[in-house]
């Protein structure tokens, strides 16, 4: 589902549940329920796989999805996460054994 359709199915349930919960402030125990259902029904459809960005790998531009559970994916395969790694280690290695490194003080 796009996330300009989930957009517009939570605001209609919102409105829904803004006007049943007006309803249940003058005793209405079914507006009450409606109401309860409605905003139970829009946090669910806004908690939907979302838009999480796109991939970190710097050649992808994969668009990721997020389900709402747990922490929002970096990468869009372990492919992109492990070439990712490998260029951070290569490049630390690379880091470590260069000239300028050898020239700063020992601090320890």
Same mark, same amino acid.
């Given at each position: 589902?796009?996330t300009? %359709? %989930?957009?517009?199915? #939570?605001? =209609?349930?919102? *409105?829904?549940?803004? @006007?049943? /919960? ?5 005793g209405?125990?079914?507006? =009450?329920?409606t109401?309860? *259902?409605?905003i @139970?029904? /829009?946090?669910? $459809?806004?908690?939907? +796989?979302?838009?999480? +960005? ?10 990721? !999805?997020?389900? +709402?559970?747990? *922490? ?8 992109c *996460?492990?070439? #990712?790694? $490998? /260029? @951070? ?6 880091l470590?054994?260069?000239?300028a490194? /050898? !020239?700063?003080p020992?601090? @320890?």
């Amino acid at each position: 589902m796009d996330t300009t %359709r %989930r957009h517009i199915e #939570v605001c =209609a349930l919102l *409105r829904r549940a803004e @006007t049943a /919960a007006q309803e249940a402030v003058n005793g209405d125990q079914t507006a =009450a329920r409606t109401a309860l *259902r409605c905003i @139970t029904e /829009a946090r669910q $459809r806004a908690e939907e +796989g979302g838009d999480a +960005g796109t991939c970190e790998h710097p050649e992808c531009s994969n668009v990721l !999805t997020y389900v +709402g559970r747990g *922490r929002p994916p970096r990468f869009c395969s372990p492919d992109c *996460r492990e070439s #990712v790694y $490998r /260029a @951070t280690q290569i490049a630390a290695r690379a880091l470590l054994k260069s000239p300028a490194l /050898a !020239t700063l003080p020992d601090l @320890t």
